[in-house]
C-alpha cells in the first residue's frame, strides 16, 4: 500500500491568495483527519471525517477554513484568503476501525504564507 | 487546561540508559493511549498503543498507564543515539469516535 499521499509537499504563497491542499486516504481507512503543526502549538486537529461524513470540526480557526471529502478517496483542506499566521506543515492521516484508532500520517505539506 | 500535557524537555539522557517520557490528560473517560515518535523533518509515526492500565512491553519500549491517576509514559531502554526524536502522547476521549488529540511533545536527545 503506498500509504497516506498529501499533495503539494511543499507551498508557498503570498498572503490572500487560495490555498487547497489535498489527500489521498489509505484503501479501506474509512476515518481521516487533517492537523496542522506549529512549533507553537504543536499538532491541533483541525476537522476529522468518518466514512465521508465531517464528524467533528470544532478544531478548524475560522470560516477561512474548509475541508471536503467527497469520496472515499480524497479529502481537501482550502484555506481562502491565506494569512502569514496560517504557516504551518498540515499533515493528513487516515484510520481504519479494524486498525485500533491508530493513526496513519501522510508527508505533510510545508505551508509559506508571505 | 490543555487536553493532553507533556513537558516539552528536551530530555537528555547518555546512550545506553533509561529515558523516561510523561504524560497527563484530562478527560478522565478516555479509553485508548498512544505514543508516537517523530523526527525532525518527518510524519509522526506510531510506536506503541496501550488501553487498559499497568504496563505493555515491545522490545526496548514499555508503555504504562494509571487511569486513576490519568497518567501515561513510556520508557525506552537501553537508549541510542537512533531514538533522537519527539516523542508524542496522543489520546482519544470516549467519544465514540476516533478523535485524537495530541499532547506538545518531549524532544528526547540520546548522547553518543
Known amino acids: 500500500d503506498a500509504g497516506v499521499i498529501q499533495s503539494p509537499r511543499h507551498e508557498v504563497t503570498e498572503m490572500g491568495q487560495e490555498v487547497t491542499l489535498r489527500c489521498k486516504p489509505i484503501s479501506g481507512h474509512n476515518s481521516l483527519f487533517w492537523y496542522r503543526q506549529t512549533m507553537m502549538r504543536g499538532l491541533e486537529l483541525l476537522i476529522y471525517f468518518n466514512n465521508n461524513v465531517p464528524i467533528d470540526d470544532s478544531g478548524m480557526p475560522e470560516d477561512r477554513f474548509s475541508a471536503k471529502m467527497p469520496n472515499a478517496s480524497f479529502s481537501t483542506l482550502k484555506i481562502q484568503p491565506s494569512e502569514p499566521r496560517d504557516s504551518a506543515v498540515y499533515f493528513c492521516?487516515?484510520?481504519?476501525?479494524?486498525?485500533?484508532?491508530?493513526?496513519?500520517f501522510g508527508s505533510g505539506t510545508q505551508l509559506s504564507v508571505l | 487546561q490543555k487536553e493532553v500535557e507533556q513537558n516539552s524537555g528536551p530530555l537528555s539522557v547518555p546512550e545506553g540508559a533509561i529515558a523516561s517520557l510523561n504524560c497527563t490528560y484530562s478527560d478522565r473517560v478516555s479509553q485508548s493511549f498512544f505514543w508516537y515518535r517523530q523526527y525532525s523533518g518527518k510524519s509522526p509515526e506510531l510506536i506503541m498503543s496501550?488501553?487498559?492500565?499497568g504496563d505493555k512491553e515491545d522490545g526496548r519500549f514499555t508503555a504504562q498507564l494509571n487511569k486513576a491517576s490519568q497518567y501515561v509514559s513510556l520508557l525506552i531502554r537501553d537508549s541510542q543515539p537512533s531514538d533522537s526524536a519527539t516523542y508524542l502522547c496522543a489520546v482519544i476521549g470516549d467519544t465514540g469516535g476516533f478523535k485524537t488529540i495530541f499532547g506538545a511533545g518531549t524532544r528526547l536527545f540520546v548522547k553518543a
Open positions: 492521516a487516515s484510520s481504519s476501525d479494524r486498525a485500533n484508532e491508530k493513526l496513519f
Open positions: 496501550i488501553y487498559s492500565n
